[in-house]
């Protein structure tokens, strides 16, 4: 909505809506007035606004008790926050400040001028009045202090006397980034900067390096923590299987003492009749084993005897368990089946226990892939950052399109009516060549030839560069053509009485003509040697191909918008090194928007 509205339009003013938090940015261009309203209170937001007063489109939209943020509506500051210190007299402000009665000065002074309570705190330590102070307490010169000490503090912004500075306490910390000295922070360490911005610059990118650290620590103690769980897991998992083992285990030993319980107990009695002949228990076992080699049944079924324990061992369908002789079978069958109940107790808690598990497992998963996400945008160290925040100081010729050839020459075009004038009357000197796509919709494009002779090579790039920006490339032409001139054959003066319409010149005497130019561009990027930082750039393809590999040739197609952005920034990614890709994949897009004529186009395979 944004572009849709302000693309091309000039920032008139900025401005802060009374004394609160809230700027608005004025605009005027072709489709009319806005202003930008942002409000930094709240959740904050940004609304636009139309010169009747309209709210044509917002951040958030929202009902309240004292106003809408609705689109068509019209538009309303929110109630203010207190007294605007800088239209305040003296009286207003006494009156003002008695009011609140036995409320605390500082929280009196806070409330009153929406000032915050450091700043608040500031006029009262400056003047020695104790903060807790009820307003009701101080006298007619306190109050007047007060007032002239705010008024001074205003002055002193105003008036730009500024000591932007950024406190530090004595193990280093950062504890304030503040416009000016604060009497609160004396004896402190204070870094101060040139301006207020540099110091906001520092204090955050120095939190945000902090709050880096505590996300890398966070992640590291995570990882441990999940790798802590999985362990924990395979243990509970491992334990679990074993508990279900064991309760079918038993659970079919008891099943089949009923299922044999006529053989099993003829063995037992067979046992007890040749111990009661007065046999040894060895005798005994031997005489069984020896039955059972002869297959003789209930014998098969023996395996061993514990004469200790009275314990006798059998096999039965492979499975081999134990009988105490002392008891009658359903005793022992009874016994395994309270096994069984017991493995399968153990089976639901280590259930619930793995459940328990695998949800913090999660959780700590989702929270690693929460802090890696946010890691990934991140910036790598204060420096980086504070360097990507330097405004470097925009070049004349960076208003309009531009490239460097393959040779070194610069190369400019106008982007609209208003920019073709401003490149041919202010920018360009009699030595330079203008050229011109022969068709309506074209912009002028200059070669700033610096005295040079321009090279055959510098010409064609020249003339590809002008017809792939002219209208032959919404329409879908391969090829135009092209003509140069020198700027002394245009002129605004056309035959009696003709009008010659902004953005456009009259062309007298002969044209140089690049006949059956194709219309092709290539985008591409370089790195920063220094920061690694990619950088797009664009213009005639061998031009580009000259600065770089990473690189895409483009033509009139029917991909359009984000989705050809989308495709080319895929592309670029490709072709670049693996360390590079990172940092190309999180450049800004956008970038590539004024690189393509009218955001559309097809890229050319195998280029």
């Not at 068509?72 to 008695?98: C, I, R, Y």
């Not at 090829?479 to 456009?504: C, H, T």
């Amino acid at each position: 909505a944004l572009r849709k509205h302000l693309r091309n339009s000039t920032l008139t003013s900025i401005e802060q809506h009374r004394f609160e938090r809230i700027a608005i940015l004025s605009f005027t261009g072709r489709a009319g007035s806005f202003k930008l309203v942002a409000e930094f209170f709240g959740d904050g937001n940004i609304i636009l606004v139309d010169s009747q007063g309209k709210i044509v489109q917002a951040l958030r939209y929202k009902r309240m008790r004292d106003r809408n943020i609705l689109r068509g509506e019209t538009f309303a500051f929110p109630p203010s926050s207190g007294q605007n210190p800088l239209e305040m007299s003296f009286q207003v402000f006494h009156e003002g400040l008695k009011a609140f009665g036995k409320t605390e000065v500082v929280r009196a002074l806070a409330r009153f001028l929406g000032i915050g309570g450091i700043y608040a705190e500031e006029i009262l330590l400056r003047l020695g009045i104790d903060k807790t102070t009820p307003c009701s307490d101080l006298n007619t010169f306190q109050v007047e202090e007060i007032y002239n000490c705010l008024e001074g503090l205003i002055r002193q912004v105003l008036c730009g006397k500024l000591e932007p500075c950024i406190v530090f306490d004595d193990e280093g910390e950062m504890l304030e980034v503040a416009p000016l000295r604060l009497k609160r922070y004396e004896g402190f360490k204070h870094q101060f900067y040139n301006s207020f911005n540099e110091a906001l610059d520092e204090f955050y990118v120095r939190i945000k390096a902090l709050e880096k650290a505590k996300t890398e620590k966070a992640e590291e103690s995570l990882r441990r923590e999940i790798e802590r769980l999985k362990r924990v897991l395979a243990d509970q998992e491992k334990a679990l299987e074993e508990a279900e083992r064991k309760a079918e285990k038993y659970r079919r030993i008891g099943n089949l003492i009923y299922v044999y319980s006529g053989q099993l107990q003829a063995l037992l009695d067979k046992i007890w009749e040749k111990k009661k002949l007065g046999a040894a228990w060895e005798a005994v076992a031997s005489e069984v084993l020896a039955e059972k080699k002869a297959g003789l049944r209930p014998s098969t079924f023996f395996e061993s005897l514990d004469s200790q324990g009275l314990v006798l061992n059998v096999c039965l369908e492979d499975a081999v368990f134990s009988l105490d002789m002392r008891k009658d079978l359903f005793a022992n069958a009874a016994e395994y089946y309270e096994k069984a109940k017991a493995a399968r107790h153990k089976v639901e808690g280590a259930r619930a226990a793995i459940e328990e598990t695998r949800r913090r497992l999660l959780e700590a998963e989702a929270r690693l892939k929460e802090i890696l996400e946010k890691a990934a945008t991140a910036t790598l160290t204060v420096e980086d950052e504070l360097a990507k925040r330097r405004i470097r100081q925009k070049r004349w010729f960076e208003k309009f399109r531009w490239f460097i050839t393959s040779d070194g020459f610069l190369v400019v075009a106008g982007k609209d009516a208003v920019s073709n004038e401003t490149l041919v009357k202010r920018y360009t000197a009699p030595e330079d060549l203008v050229f011109h796509a022969d068709i309506v919709g074209a912009p002028f494009v200059v070669v700033k030839t610096g005295g040079r002779t321009p090279s055959e090579q510098c010409i064609r790039e020249a003339a590809e560069f002008a017809a792939s920006h002219s209208r032959g490339w919404r329409e879908g032409f391969a090829s135009l053509d092209v003509y140069w001139v020198k700027p002394n054959q245009l002129s605004k003066a056309g035959a009696s009485g003709e009008y010659v319409p902004r953005g456009a010149f009259i062309v007298h005497g002969s044209r140089n003509w690049m006949r059956n130019t194709s219309l092709r561009i290539a985008v591409g990027v370089v790195f920063d040697q220094e920061t690694g930082e990619p950088t797009f750039i664009g213009g005639a393809v061998e031009a580009v191909k000259a600065k770089t590999n990473i690189y895409v040739v483009l033509v009139p197609g029917e991909d359009e918008g984000k989705t050809l952005l989308q495709k080319v920034l895929k592309v670029l990614a490709e072709k670049a090194s693996r360390d590079k890709r990172e940092k190309l994949l999180k450049a800004n897009i956008e970038a590539l928007r004024e690189l393509i004529p009218y955001t559309r186009g097809r890229i050319l395979q195998g280029e």
